[in-house]
């Protein structure tokens, strides 16, 4: 299973654009790398999921080097209500392989 | 999208007593389940791997005979808390793999033992 290395905290203003970055140095070919979400007593909630390149969705962006050996989880322009915890995991797409959760980057978004 | 939903979402019980947690795929099949675990201020810590018709794979460390775990159907899994004392209060939360698709998760469950 790949390890994720992310930062433990982040802060940021209302109406900034925030990155997180994650390095999973022994990615496989086969992993894909998945963001969640978690709010205080509730449980994480899927963000987004890319393979190589960028990806976008309504949410987020996610920006992954040719070597895939890290990823940048960017939110647009953040509000209160992003302030959580950030999971960055790579899993083998295609089976039941259990995902293994890091330490998660704990974002704190100031007014 | 995939709705996997947890119940209880908060139990209080006396040391001593057994307490079910139940899983269910809501709009989708899933042959495999897994349980976490999550102390405040610390990351998810998986417990176990639960499959469809059979045992249920344990983590180093996890009592099996203390987590009882039953997945009889492709939609319901279950998580027993048996015997339960003050050190199993937790945030216990179940997700539910579809093949080729992100993991979904359910919303926990709150545990304080008494």
């Known amino acids: 299973l790949a390890k994720t290395t992310q930062p433990i905290s982040m802060d940021s203003y209302e109406g900034q654009e925030v990155n997180i970055t994650c390095s999973h140095n022994n990615i496989a070919t086969n992993d894909y790398i998945t963001w969640y979400q978690q709010f205080p007593s509730q449980g994480p909630r899927f963000i987004i999921q890319g393979y190589k390149t960028k990806v976008t969705n309504e949410v987020a962006s996610l920006f992954i080097p040719a070597d895939r050996k890290s990823s940048t989880l960017s939110l647009p322009r953040v509000s209160l209500s992003d302030t959580a915890v950030y999971y960055c995991l790579v899993r083998y797409n295609f089976g039941n392989e259990k995902l293994t959760f890091g330490t998660g980057t704990r974002l704190t978004i100031i007014p | 999208g995939a709705v996997v939903s947890q119940h209880p979402s908060w139990v209080i019980c006396k040391s001593g007593t057994s307490v079910k947690i139940e899983c269910r795929s809501l709009?989708?099949?899933?042959?495999?389940m897994f349980w976490y675990r999550q102390f405040p201020k610390q990351s998810l810590m998986l417990m176990a791997t639960s499959n469809e018709g059979s045992k249920a794979t344990y983590e180093q460390g996890v009592e099996k005979d203390k987590f009882l775990i039953n997945h009889a159907s492709l939609t319901l899994s279950t998580l027993t808390v048996t015997s339960a004392h003050p050190e199993d209060s937790s945030f216990y939360i179940c997700s539910a793999s579809i093949h080729n698709s992100p993991l979904h998760f359910g919303n926990g469950t709150r545990l304080t033992v008494t």
């Open positions: 709009d989708f099949q899933a042959t495999t």
